[in-house]
Structures are given as structure tokens and as C-alpha cells.
């Protein structure tokens, strides 16, 4: 639906200061970059290092701690490559917002997901989370292991006799270990279920609003995330998708507040997942060796964040 006069960029004045509130926010997601290419080991009194203890010991060390860090780390280059290209597109006049929006949501998917796993105060919860994510994504690897041994037995793949072993050794053994694991974890009563991707971006954003991270200059205060995250996942996702359904909501420059918005999402849900897993990851009160790769005005929500956790 185009209506007479329609017009994509709206009011210059409104548009002028969308652009900057970006401009702004891509500045922000470029900061968290240097974090992201520089993944280090927790503290061995930290909160983090007690949930890994003994959690999922067969299937290797700091389980928990792994299943948070990678994640972020790609929530990271996803919002810092975002900036780059928005910045591009001020230069080029070529905007890229399908691929712009789909960046940030792949942001505030991953980094969403870190906080529900990492918020809850009690470990059990936050160890059976992380073991429920482990499961997921066990049951994925298995699928497509499952795709590429069918491939490999029809020769569609190319390989040598014991690569084509060792592949089909290695698919059994991560089924005959997922198997054990989800009938020893079906078990618990109180076992975790994995939400879909927007559900847990909804709760991780429900969480932030109820601990407003020292660091906000209001955006998050006066705004709130929970709503508006619910609201640039669904329409980020119709432009990842290529629903053209989304052009009926980004007449008279609101393609630009959706890119404003997805910018403020993806950023506050990174910068929050990281200063939730720093909070985790130092040692109490604030004895670390951990380098402090983050942005310094990260560090308030650091320290409020980790009183959080100090009972556990």
C-alpha cells in the first residue's frame, strides 16, 4: 500500500535526528568489538568457575562459561559489522537496511540468550539452562551429522575410506552421548526447556527492566526494552525473511526509526549480556586478572550486577 505523496525519508528534522541516535549507537557497538576478539578464562573463585564444577564433566571443561562466551563474542561482530555498514551507507548513500536489521537481530538473539541463561540467582537453574542449551544444540549437530552420513554412504561427499569411518565413528558416539544425556536430564523435575530465540530476547529484556543497569543514560529507564524488543525481533525478522509485508510499516521515514531502534536493541542486549557475564566471571569484589577489554562505562553495571550473585 503507497499512498499519494508518499515520501521514505519523512521529515528532515525527525530523519536528521534518527541518523544521529544511530550514528550514536553505532559508535557504542564498535566499542564492544575489542571485548569480543579477546575471549579469556574466568576467575577460579568467580561465580562462573563454581557453576562449571562438575557440570556435564563428559562432555568437557566450563561448559557454562563456553556456552555464554561464544555467543557473545558473535553478538559482537554482528552489532560492530552493523555499524560499519551503517556507516558505509551514510557515505555511499546505499543504506543496506535489510542487512543492517538482520544483524542486529542476530544480536539480540545471541546476546539475549546468554541473559536468560546467566540471570537467574540460583546455580541449579542457571547449570540445568545451560544444559538444556547444550541439548539443543546436540540435537542439531546430530541432524546435520545424520545428513552428511547419508551424503558420505552415496558418495555425494567426497572422501577417503577413513575419513568416511572416522565421521561416521564420530556422528555415533555425539548420538549415543546426546541420547545418554537427555535421558539422565528427562529425569530431573525441574528441568529447563530452551525457548525460541524471540521468546528468551522477551525474557532477557524483561530482566533488564527490572535491574536497570547503572550504565543506562536513560535510554533504557524512560523506555523500557521489553516491549520494543518484542517489537524490532518481529519486524527484523520479516525483513531477514523478506516479508514484504514490513514495507506497510516503514512509510514516511520509519524505515529509519526501525534502524534506530534495531541499533538501540542490539546494543543494550550486547552491552547487558556482557556486563551480566563480566559480573559473573570476575572475582568477588572486584579481584580479577581478567583483562577489562570492555568499555569503561561498562563497569558500574559490573559491580552493581555481581552483588547479584555473591550468596552463590
Known sequence: MVETGFNPFGDPTVLTARLLRTRERAVRANELLEWGLHPQKSDTDSC????????????????????????????????STAANLFVQGTQTRQLHAPAMTALCRSAVESAGRVIWLLSPDDRQVRRDRCTAIALAEMKEQTNYNSNEVASLRQGDIASTPEQKREFIRGSRDLLDRYNALEAAFTQNPNREKVRPFGKTAELAAEWIEQHIPPHDEGEIRENGMAIGTKRVYTLTSAVMHGYKWVTEYLHNGDLFALIADSFATAVNMTECGIALFEAQAQSPNGRTIRQRYYPARLQPTISAWSELYLAT
Open 48 to 79: 562462573t568457575a563454581l557453576d562449571n564444577e562438575g557440570l556435564m564433566a563428559d562432555f568437557g571443561e566450563r561448559r557454562l562459561e563456553a556456552a555464554a562466551l561464544w555467543p557473545l563474542m558473535s553478538a559482537t561482530d554482528s552489532i
